[in-house]
């Protein structure tokens, strides 16, 4: 029923910015939050940012707080993550998914309805 679709991933040089867009079909934006993680080889998914309708709020990892902004275009039923100043650390598959309950907004384990991922690779 919800889908996620991931785009927006490549190769950026180090510093560069990159833009990764989310778009869900099935649902509109109204009763839940939006979440970004992301996975490198050998490490399990990380929390990157998320950001809940309740009352618009906004969260970051801290390693990514001041370079990574998550924002919304309901119109367009999209989730964005721009990234700035990027480095070799953010390398990664980069995945959005939805968050239903009202819990930890950085677990992993409470959010659903996962997109394929991108792929993001910082050259140095």
């Known amino acids: 029923q919800v889908q996620l679709v991931e785009s927006g991933g490549g190769l950026v040089q180090a510093g560069g910015s990159r833009r990764l867009s989310c778009v869900v079909s099935?649902?509109?934006?109204?009763?839940?939050?939006m979440g970004w993680f992301r996975q490198a080889p050998g490490k399990e998914r990380e929390f990157v940012a998320a950001?809940?309708?309740?009352?618009?709020?906004?969260h970051y990892a801290d390693n990514v707080k001041g370079r990574f902004t998550i924002s919304t275009d309901n119109a367009k039923n999209t989730v964005y993550l721009q990234m700035n100043s990027l480095n070799s650390e953010d390398t990664a598959v980069y995945y959005c998914?939805?968050?239903?309950?009202?819990?930890?907004?950085?677990?992993?384990?409470?959010?659903?309805?996962w997109g394929q991922g991108t792929q993001v690779t910082v050259s140095s």
């Open positions: 099935g649902r509109t934006f109204s009763d839940f939050a």
């Open positions: 950001v809940t309708w309740s009352f618009g709020s906004t």
């Open positions: 998914a939805v968050q239903y309950n009202s819990g930890n907004y950085r677990a992993v384990d409470n959010y659903r309805n």
